[in-house]
């Protein structure tokens, strides 16, 4: 089992920053990669982001958020980040922490994913 607690949500302006934060612990050493998603009321919960744990290799939803958001690992610490720069309100939803196991698997398929955490939630005002 792995589990997963983010933090660092909260109330920002557009335009804004915010950093969430994705601590890992249990069986970190199955993890192969690690994600974020994302759900906004009314919608399914949908791929921002995806880290390599061991060659950190990203992924991103080009369409939404690339340019914008920068996804980060520090494995001494077992956390991956979500650096969310010029935020705008479409980017309000809740943000999932995933990890997923194993190899040859989609990065972008929340199906894909092993592990969840509880999720946090982010608005952006305008």
């Known amino acids: 089992q792995v589990q997963l607690v983010e933090s660092g949500g909260g109330l920002v302006q557009a335009g804004g920053s915010l950093r969430l934060s994705c601590a890992a612990s249990?069986?970190?050493?199955?993890?192969?990669?690690m994600g974020w998603f994302r759900q906004a009321p009314g919608k399914e919960r949908g791929f921002v982001a995806a880290i390599g744990w061991s060659d950190g290799r990203t992924y991103y939803d080009a369409d939404s958020v690339k340019g914008r958001f920068t996804i980060s690992r520090d494995n001494a610490k077992n956390t991956v980040y979500l650096q969310m720069n010029s935020m705008k309100p479409e980017d309000t939803a809740v943000y999932y922490c995933?990890?997923?196991?194993?190899?040859?698997?989609?990065?972008?398929?929340?199906?894909?994913?092993?592990?969840w955490g509880q999720g946090t939630q982010v608005t952006v005002s305008s």
């Open positions: 249990g069986r970190t050493f199955s993890t192969n990669r």
């Open positions: 995933a990890a997923q196991t194993g190899f040859y698997r989609s990065f972008q398929r929340r199906g894909e994913y092993d592990y």
